[in-house]
């Protein structure tokens, strides 16, 4: 009989057996190569086979302690018993039936729940898609019908998908964008509030706010007409740009912003919502409401799902304006309200609570560790910023790189953003002992590159 991971309190922590890969990992790595697309981005062969809780088992027994989350996307564990039996309830009962063309309850307890979950006391509709790229295609394309402009403002280092609308938002890394031209036009990028490296050269309590009042000042006046701007487009934390925390005055000023001129805000809450930062969403830590919402990752805990949710008054397009033959699927919407429950019940607070431990494990990193240059982060979206040199703030992205291998290589899963940034996005059900874990194995790892880079090694 097949060996199933179930980990008890003495095992929640990692175990390695065999050297990393080991030979069944081995196998599945040649025919991956063999036969599956190079675009994707793989930082370590992790050949994942169970999952439970913040723990991975990979083909060759190997056990993991998960800080990555299928990149933020298991919020309330990997294989959640809950969530589990709702899948597998519903999967005995109907898999698919579109909600485009029919009619099922859970499409509409689930819509309910969204919208009053979401921001703002008003009425809200919701779309259901099937990835957070699908959710921003949505908002674009709603923003346009509704305010009847075609132009589009998002911010550097923002990554919003890879489908060709989103793409268009998306300006991350240039690989994403390489011979995908023409995209779709109207869309212009200003910097984000990044204030570790204000663009402007400004102080942090300066930064903020310029990087939103550029809008005006500058943009309005000299590029583009305010009338014709359908939609401001943010996250509001950057997710693949860098785990980037701005100021909440930058929000509110661009709240103040479009209701001055109009201008739709839409808050991009794929990697940062849905009880990660401590709070539902991201975007409640600044008090701010937006138009439009666009939500997936860990909505489902893992199955494709994704919602764009808007007032009332703005998503009254017609039927057949847009759709969805997948989206919100009869299972995966099962999985979704499981989550919703477990989320709500306990884990956006053990977020906050291990959110803060975390953070207070790191705040002295900048001071003890040479290379780190900033520490930043809200709940358990955590980012760890790496330096060559701390006056002149040289990124250091290979050195980065390595310390995500050498984590691998002592069981703890980590992935990087940005050009030099560690993420810590374990899933919401991570304990103390475990962030524990996490911290000393990168403290460890971090120390030994830092000795080598000393000593020219790195």
């Given at each position: 009989?097949?060996k199933?991971?179930?980990?008890?309190?003495?095992?929640?922590?990692?175990?390695l057996?065999?050297?990393?890969?080991?030979?069944a990992?081995?196998?599945?790595?040649?025919e991956?190569e063999?036969y599956?697309?190079?675009?994707?981005t793989?930082?370590?062969?992790?050949?994942a086979?169970?999952?439970?809780?913040?723990?991975?088992?990979d083909?060759?027994?190997n056990?993991?302690?998960?800080f990555?989350?299928?990149?933020?996307?298991?919020a309330?564990?990997?294989?959640?018993?809950?969530?589990?039996?709702?899948?597998?309830k519903?999967?005995?009962?109907?898999?698919?039936?579109?909600?485009?063309?029919f009619?099922?309850?859970?499409?509409?307890?689930?819509?309910?729940?969204?919208?009053?979950?979401?921001?703002?006391?008003?009425?809200?509709?919701?779309?259901?898609?099937?990835?957070?790229?699908?959710?921003?295609?949505?908002?674009m394309?709603?923003?346009?019908?509704?305010?009847?402009?075609?132009?589009?403002?998002?911010?550097?280092?923002a990554?919003?998908?890879?489908?060709?609308?989103?793409?268009?938002?998306?300006a991350?890394?240039?690989?994403?964008?390489?011979?995908?031209?023409?995209?779709?036009?109207?869309?212009?990028?200003?910097?984000?509030?990044?204030?570790?490296?204000c663009?402007?050269?400004?102080?942090?309590?300066d930064?903020?706010?310029?990087?939103?009042?550029?809008?005006?000042?500058?943009?309005?006046?000299?590029?583009?007409?305010?009338?014709?701007v359908?939609?401001?487009?943010?996250e509001?934390?950057?997710?693949?740009?860098?785990?980037?925390?701005?100021?909440p005055e930058?929000?509110?000023?661009?709240?103040?912003?479009?209701?001055?001129?109009?201008?739709?805000?839409?808050?991009?809450e794929?990697?940062s919502?849905?009880?990660?930062t401590?709070?539902?969403?991201?975007?409640?830590?600044?008090?701010?409401?937006?138009?439009?919402?666009?939500?997936?990752?860990?909505?489902?805990?893992?199955?494709?799902?994704s919602?764009?949710?808007?007032?009332v008054e703005i998503?009254?397009?017609?039927?057949?304006?847009h759709a969805?033959?997948?989206?919100?699927n009869?299972?995966?919407?099962a999985?979704?309200?499981?989550s919703?429950?477990?989320?709500?019940?306990?884990?956006v607070?053990n977020?906050?609570?291990?959110g803060?431990?975390l953070?207070?494990?790191?705040?002295d990193?900048?001071?003890?560790?040479?290379?780190v240059?900033?520490?930043?982060?809200?709940?358990?979206?955590?980012?760890?910023?790496?330096?060559?040199?701390?006056?002149?703030?040289?990124?250091?992205?290979?050195?980065?790189?390595?310390?995500?291998?050498?984590?691998?290589?002592?069981?703890?899963?980590?992935?990087?953003?940005?050009l030099?940034t560690?993420?810590l996005?374990?899933?919401?059900?991570?304990n103390?002992r475990?962030?524990?874990f996490?911290v000393?194995?990168?403290?460890?790892?971090?120390?030994?590159?830092?000795?080598?880079?000393?000593?020219?090694?790195?």
């Open positions: 009989m097949e199933k991971m179930r980990p008890s309190r003495a095992s929640d922590l990692p175990l057996k065999t050297a990393l890969p080991g030979p990992a081995r196998k599945v790595l040649a991956d063999q599956v697309s190079p675009s994707y793989r930082s370590y062969p992790l050949v086979k169970h999952g439970r809780g913040a723990l991975i088992e083909v060759d027994g056990q993991f302690l998960d990555s989350a299928g990149i933020a996307v298991v309330t564990g990997h294989c959640h018993p809950k969530v589990v039996r709702a899948i597998q519903q999967a005995a009962e109907l898999i698919h039936m579109s909600g485009t063309d009619y099922y309850p859970s499409l509409a307890t689930l819509a309910r729940k969204l919208a009053e979950l979401a921001p703002g006391n008003g009425a809200k509709r919701v779309y259901f898609g099937n990835s957070g790229t699908e959710a921003i295609e949505a908002a394309k709603l923003a346009r019908h509704h305010t009847g402009r075609d132009k589009f403002i998002a911010f550097t280092g990554f919003h998908g890879r489908t060709l609308g989103a793409l268009s938002l998306t991350s890394r240039p690989v994403q964008r390489h011979k995908f031209g023409p995209l779709i036009p109207g869309v212009i990028h200003i910097p984000y509030a990044y204030c570790y490296r663009v402007y050269n400004l102080k942090p309590e930064c903020a706010m310029h990087c939103a009042r550029i809008i005006e000042e500058q943009l309005f006046r000299t590029y583009v007409p305010s009338s014709e359908a939609a401001i487009f943010v509001p934390i950057q997710g693949e740009g860098g785990y980037v925390v701005p100021p930058f929000l509110r000023e661009l709240r103040r912003i479009c209701d001055r001129h109009g201008i739709l805000l839409v808050a991009d794929v990697q919502g849905f009880g990660r401590g709070k539902m969403w991201a975007i409640d830590h600044a008090g701010v409401v937006p138009d439009i919402l666009c939500v997936a990752k860990g909505i489902a805990s893992g199955l494709p799902l919602a764009t949710i808007a007032k998503m009254n397009w017609p039927p057949g304006a969805s033959t997948f989206g919100g009869p299972v995966a919407i999985a979704a309200l499981a919703i429950a477990l989320v709500e019940e306990k884990y607070d977020a906050a609570r291990m803060d431990y953070l207070s494990r790191l705040k990193w900048p001071q003890r560790h040479p290379m240059g900033e520490i930043r982060g809200k709940g358990l979206m955590v980012g760890i910023e790496l330096v060559r040199d701390k006056v002149t703030k040289e990124q250091a992205g290979d050195e980065r790189n390595h310390w995500v291998r050498l984590a691998f290589e002592k069981g703890l899963l980590v992935l990087g953003c940005g030099n560690l993420r996005m374990p899933p919401l059900v991570v103390r475990q962030v524990d996490a000393d194995v990168l403290d460890h790892c971090l120390t030994e590159l830092e000795q080598k880079h000393a000593a020219g090694l790195a």
